[in-house]
């Protein structure tokens, strides 16, 4: 069967012949898959290249084709609300990948000292992984409340002159979401950290214990370079969620005060349906995509796609 | 209230004898919220549900800001409601234009829109090539400031007539504890109380150069620069006020928290919810009191095109019900809104709605903002107006973006 097929007719090297192709192999199973690939190039690569070309045209509410080059990457360069965005993403995006990781990491090991009511603490950290990025916002939007919330509580208890506000302030209010943002995600890299901590094989703990070596410095020099999957799966995770930030700024500050906490996720948003300017959403999305690829494709290549060979 | 009742059965058994159809259910969607608002939905639901259909309220709460993009995705995904509030102008062009939206002209001309809409650059506004496609309910103008007269009888001071009394007493309410004026955290908020100081101060004529003819010079120049040092004041006078929505704003003003809130005549509706008394309880000035000029925006019902015949009906039927004069007269009542037919009796108007009424009457009106500027351009003065409102920059920085943004202007 093979032998007729063309491509191993036209096939150069004769020695391969015999062998069956491997186009053929396993026909059932890529046949089975041909759906996904179909799914993958038309949604996936088909939609974003839809998209990218669209924003160099001048489309309004409805796409339409009129070119206008490179004006809207222009505009957005030199609106003063994306390069908000951007900060805002940076600042937000290394914080949380830095502050979830370490506490994740650190919630994880105490669990790890096999501490009593495990499960009840696991839980207790998970839970708020369970709840959306808008009720999360709005919680925190009251407990951040000065009237209602942190502030307000402690001035009850006899500090008067305390002042916790940052949500209305221009300087603070990305940090005000970074909290929410990290009670949210905290308690996923603890669950995988913790995963992570119990493949780790007992002999090597029963080895350090027998060669003295302290308990922190096992974690430090011996756990933590084991893990170092674990660690990059996480950090995928924790940054395509810091690229997606949108719903719990929306809910929280709605970008203020006075666009002091925009995002460029809501930067898109904003562009496409407030303004009706499909055109500008297009180019920031671009933006927003060409940085993804530009920090998380070799890294990831170097990561996952180093080991096949090696 | 029994009057209205029995006006609304009335209206509901000729609609019904008209007619003579099925009940049809209408998804209405809307951003009217607040409790006067909502009060003055409810108004619309019973009237059309008294027709034998059936009103099904999809009120998305935030503003128009959150709602117009989940009714654009809804509309645009194919999805769409059987009708929807806009304000009246640009905001639909396109959908318009892509034919997504039911033609309403044949309705117009069977109740004789033409003539009975009052101002008709309202009708105007939902005119696109010949075709009307909108069905508008009520006229909303922004120009207003609104007082707590408690506040100042207080004090001991005279209530002020007008915006630079405002500023000259504002020291002496501050000292007494309270925010002079109150500002929600919106961008469209601080962006409106913006466009209210620039007619008041800078003029009509300059209003319209820079909204209307994109004019940049004028943007730029000495007269804008008077209401954006008036806005630098207002801005000053407005710290403290950490609230978003604009009705928590008003509700400062209404429990004298706050002294004054610049805001359109729907915050009307929120002082006659909580049953305060216009010259009593608290002095609405139109144009702050320096130049009473009102703006006749308002709201409108587009209906996007739909397949089913015995829908496309319904939602005609609910268009002429909207003018009918028995609605207009209940929804407007109770939304603080102007209606837009000049031969209903609103009956008893109270002292605000009576001034908003003869200015109408006597001319003195312009063209709305969202009538003027395309959405695109509208949101980067929200979002430079925003910025400027909550930091600390220098009015002439934001003037010199002010005009970069009309200069590009659509």
């Known amino acids: 069967m093979a032998v007729t097929h063309p491509a191993e007719v036209a096939a150069p090297d004769a020695a391969r012949v015999r062998r069956p192709s491997r186009l053929l192999r396993n026909i059932p199973a890529k046949i089975a898959s041909i759906p996904m690939v179909l799914i993958a190039l038309v949604i996936f690569v088909g939609c974003t290249a839809w998209t990218v070309f669209y924003s160099f045209t001048k489309s309004g509410m409805l796409p339409r084709l009129q070119f206008v080059g490179l004006d809207q990457y222009d505009r957005l360069w030199s609106t003063p609300k994306w390069w908000t965005s951007i900060e805002n993403l ?48 709005l919680a925190w939007q009251w407990i951040l ?36 943002g990290i009670w949210q995600g905290t308690g996923l890299v603890m669950c995988i950290m913790l995963a992570g901590l119990r493949g780790i094989d007992e002999d090597i703990w029963k080895a350090a214990r027998v060669d003295g070596i302290p308990t922190w410095k096992t974690y430090t020099h011996v756990v933590i370079p084991m893990m170092r999957p674990v660690f990059v799966t996480t950090l995928v995770l924790v940054a395509s969620g810091v690229i997606k930030l949108y719903d719990l700024v929306k809910a929280q500050t709605d970008g203020g005060p006075g666009g002091a906490s925009e995002v460029p996720a809501k930067y898109v948003m904003d562009s496409m349906f407030g303004a009706q300017n499909l055109g500008q959403g297009f180019a920031a999305s671009t933006m927003m995509l060409l940085s993804v690829v530009i920090i998380l494709i070799p890294w990831a290549y170097l990561e996952f796609g180093g080991k096949k060979r090696g | 209230m029994k009057l209205t009742h029995s006006l609304l059965g009335a209206t509901a058994l000729c609609a019904m004898t008209a007619t003579a159809a099925h009940a049809v259910d209408l998804e209405v969607t809307h951003w009217w919220t607040s409790g006067g608002e909502a009060n003055a939905v409810s108004k619309l639901a019973d009237a059309w549900n008294a027709t034998g259909n059936k009103w099904i309220d999809g009120a998305i709460a935030g503003g128009g800001d959150t709602a117009r993009p989940i009714m654009i995705s809804r509309i645009l995904g194919g999805d769409p409601m059987d009708a929807f509030q806009f304000n009246h102008g640009r905001q639909a062009e396109e959908l318009i234009q892509a034919g997504l939206l039911l033609d309403l002209t044949d309705v117009a001309e069977a109740n004789h829109w033409k003539d009975i809409v009052q101002p008709s650059s309202l009708l105007d506004a939902c005119t696109y090539e010949g075709k009307i496609y909108c069905a508008p309910i009520n006229i909303h103008s922004w120009q207003w400031m609104w007082l707590n007269n408690k506040v100042y009888e207080d004090l001991g001071l005279p209530v002020p007539t007008n915006w630079n009394e405002f500023v000259d007493t504002a020291d002496e309410v501050a000292a007494a504890g309270k925010i002079p004026l109150a500002m929600g955290g919106q961008p469209w908020q601080q962006a409106g109380a913006f466009n209210v100081l620039a007619t008041a101060i800078a003029g009509q004529d300059a209003y319209l ?140 108007v109270n002292d605000c709605t009576k001034k908003g009424l003869e200015l109408l009457a006597s001319g003195n009106v312009m063209p709305a903002g969202t009538t003027l500027l395309s959405p695109d351009t509208n949101q980067q003065v929200n979002d430079l107006l925003t910025e400027f409102w909550a930091s600390d920059m220098a009015p002439a920085d934001a003037q010199a973006r002010y005009a970069e943004i009309i200069a590009s202007a659509d």
């Open chain 2, 209 to 348: 150069a820079v909204n209307r003819d994109k004019d940049e010079s004028v943007a730029g120049g000495p007269e804008f620069a008077k209401v954006f040092e008036a806005a630098a004041q207002a801005r000053e006078l407005s710290q403290g006020s950490n609230v978003q929505d604009w009705n928590q704003a008003t509700n400062m003003v209404i429990t004298g928290d706050a002294a004054a809130q610049i805001m359109g005549d729907w915050a009307q509706g929120e002082f006659a919810l909580a049953g305060k008394t216009a010259g009593t309880d608290y002095t609405c000035l139109p144009g702050l009191g320096l130049n009473a000029i009102l703006d006749a925006g308002g709201d409108a019902f587009y209906f996007p095109a739909q397949d089913d015949p015995e829908t496309t009906a319904a939602q005609k039927e609910l268009a002429a019900l909207l003018l009918q004069p028995e609605t207009q007269v209940a929804f407007n009542a109770a939304k603080g809104s102007l209606p837009i037919r000049g031969d209903v009796d609103m009956g008893t």
């Open chain 1, 145 to 180: 409340n000065p009237e209602f919330g942190i502030q307000a509580v402690v001035r009850s208890l006899g500090w008067e002159g305390f002042s916790f506000d940052p949500l209305h302030s221009r300087e603070l209010v990305i940090y005000g979401i970074l909290i929410a």
């Open chain 1, 90 to 137: 940076a600042i937000y995006g290394v914080l949380s990948m830095i502050l979830t990781m370490a506490l994740g990491f650190f919630l994880a090991t105490l669990l790890d000292r096999k501490v009593r009511g495990e499960d009840v603490f696991r839980t207790i950290f998970l839970y708020p992984f369970a709840l959306s990025f808008i009720v999360t916002g």
